[in-house]
């Protein structure tokens, strides 16, 4: 960054000695405007610079940008040409344009863009600089909504999807949440999303894209989530929402999804379709025509092709089906592979939570992994049903007796008051139980 400024610096000094004042060089000068002198930090401001020439010599030129300290910057809109009338000249104006974010509060200066004109035999080189924009950005107010705001400044609005409504305990649904606006998006953290007894949330990184109108730039940006159901019903979605500050209104605002019902059926439970046999009524027989044209069709390898794209079609339903299938069998795998991890997950929230919530973090982490490993719902698990399946595994039987001696701890730890230290120990007792489990685990 600092060689970058360096030699943006000495280039303008150096270049300097050879500029002459726009109103002596009528022919041909430059200018740089801002949309609003005065925003908010994060909120999207225009920053454009003009060439304005009547003379083919600055077709031979370069635009040298300033570094845009203070801001995140995107160009957008490419370079555009038309045609513009300063004092009563006609001029041919050359126009680049970025969007640009403040990043913190105070007076920020925009250095000067300059535009290099090459040599001629008989001319020397030329540098047009476009003064320094001064720049007063202002901080987010700070009131009692902006305790849940999430950073972004500007025009937003939300489009939830989900890519079904209808599914079985243990098999997820994709939830995406689209946040789109004329804010700094790209720099939006992932929203909260609400714990659940109910879901099993896993999220993945989200995607950035923009598209340009015209007088901004609209950035969208995608978040994604797997929500594995683990208790059967009509279950409700956690609710999302995303606090925003609208600098046009000057207001904060909230935009949250609205309640999506997802349909859950138990595991168990399938459909079988019942085939229906489809009756074919017999046609009579057609003489094929002996015309030797018709027969080179028919025997050609165009006749053969349409015979053979119906069983084409159908492999691919059947593969399309198969991979469909497969995918249901890998969420449940999925849920397993990461059984351990977030075990682990709950352990170490544990060793930083209260008292109060530690004991239940700690049996729930013994339940949940029980859970996630048989592919069920953790309010099935009870003692019984997890020495059962100890039972149906391999496992050696003092590791048994010691995963059994956590649980047992845990569940005392419901009753009875439980120290630090002992949360602790407990909860390293439980790590290495299961990790020892996972290892034998079949």
Not at 20 to 26: R, T, V, Y
Not at 222 to 245: D, H, K, N, R
Not at 311 to 330: K, S, V
Not at 361 to 387: C, Q, S, V
Request: aromatic share 10%.
């Amino acid at each position: 960054m600092m060689i970058r400024l360096t030699a943006y610096f000495v280039m303008v000094c150096l270049c300097s000695l050879f500029i002459q004042p726009a109103q002596a060089q009528a022919d041909y000068f430059v200018e740089a405007a801002v949309s609003h002198s005065a925003p908010y930090v994060g909120q999207q401001i225009e920053y454009s610079f003009r060439l304005y020439s009547r003379v083919s010599r600055t077709n031979r030129g370069a635009i040298v940008d300033p570094p845009f300290d203070g801001f995140w910057k995107q160009e957008f809109g490419g370079i555009r040409q038309y045609q513009a009338s300063v004092e009563g000249q006609f001029y041919e104006v050359k126009e680049r344009r970025f969007a640009l974010f403040p990043t913190y509060a105070g007076t920020v200066t925009i250095e000067p863009t300059a535009f290099v004109i090459e040599a001629e035999p008989d001319r020397p080189s030329e540098v047009l600089l476009t003064e320094p924009v001064l720049i007063d950005v202002q901080p987010v107010p700070e009131t009692e909504a902006s305790t849940t705001f999430d950073g972004a400044v500007g025009s937003l609005e939300i489009e939830p999807t989900l890519d079904r409504l209808t599914t079985t305990t243990g098999e997820p649904v994709q939830l995406r949440l689209t946040v789109r606006g004329n804010g700094n998006i790209e720099q939006l953290p992932a929203p909260d999303m609400p714990a659940s007894d109910i879901w099993r949330i896993y999220n993945n990184p989200g995607t950035y894209g923009a598209y340009e109108t015209e007088d901004e730039l609209v950035g969208e940006k995608t978040f994604e989530w797997l929500l594995t159901p683990l208790v059967s019903g009509q279950q409700t979605l956690p609710t999302i929402a995303i606090t925003y500050f609208d600098p046009a209104a000057q207001v904060f605002q909230t935009l949250s999804t609205s309640s999506l019902v997802i349909d859950v059926q138990p595991a168990e439970a399938s459909s079988l379709a019942t085939a229906v046999p489809a009756v074919a009524e017999a046609l009579p027989l057609k003489t094929v025509s002996t015309n030797p044209a018709l027969q080179n069709v028919l025997t050609g390898p165009l006749f053969w092709l349409f015979w053979l794209v119906p069983p084409m079609l159908f492999i691919a339903m059947w593969y399309r089906q198969r991979q469909h299938r497969r995918a249901l069998a890998q969420s449940g795998a999925f849920r397993r592979s990461e059984a351990l991890i977030y075990a682990r997950k709950t352990l170490n929230a544990a060793q930083k939570a209260s008292p109060d919530s530690a004991r239940k973090l700690l049996r729930k982490a013994i339940i949940e992994y029980f859970a996630d490993k048989t592919n069920r719902a953790p309010l099935n698990m009870e003692h019984d049903t997890i020495l059962s399946i100890l039972e149906t595994q391999a496992i050696d039987p003092d590791l048994k007796t010691r995963v059994l001696e956590c649980l047992h701890q845990a569940d005392a730890g419901l009753y009875a008051p439980i120290q630090d230290e002992n949360v602790k120990a407990l909860a390293n007792q439980i790590t290495a139980a299961l990790t020892a489990l996972d290892a034998q685990w079949r």
